[in-house]
């Protein structure tokens, strides 16, 4: 059975930073591409960042370039997203999830339960 369990979130103020972490059991992270996204009250869920499997190429959304930076640690089977310079807009619920073996990056099977994120201005 596979788990992946986001941990980090918490309030912070403008202009600060908070590192989320995503663990996983039952599946290990390093064989999959990985994603971050996050949703905010009355909003579609949203795409944040990636981590290709084998070469660790890495994508963001826009709204993030340059601020935030998704790596992964494939001893501890854990990925990461290091938030910095954060601002009211990212206030969201944060998960992660691991994209379906073979298939594209709209294919995501695994999510974490979420992490809330809360940025005060």
């Known amino acids: 059975q596979v788990q992946l369990v986001e941990s980090g979130g918490g309030l912070v103020q403008a202009g600060g930073s908070l590192r989320l972490s995503c663990a996983a059991s039952?599946?290990?992270?390093?064989?999959?591409?990985m994603g971050w996204f996050r949703q905010a009250p009355g909003k579609e869920r949203e795409f944040v960042a990636g981590?290709?499997?084998?070469?660790?190429?890495?994508y963001y959304a826009d709204s993030v370039k340059g601020r935030f930076t998704i790596s992964r640690d494939n001893a501890k089977n854990t990925v990461y997203l290091q938030m910095n310079s954060l601002k009211p807009e990212d206030t969201a619920v944060y998960y992660c999830?691991?994209?379906?073996?073979?298939?594209?990056?709209?294919?995501?099977?695994?999510w974490g339960q979420g992490t809330q994120v809360t940025v005060s201005s």
């Open positions: 999830a691991t994209v379906v073996p073979g298939g594209s990056w709209t294919q995501w099977d695994y």
């Open positions: 039952g599946r290990t992270l390093s064989n999959y591409r």
């Open positions: 981590i290709r499997r084998s070469t660790g190429s890495t």
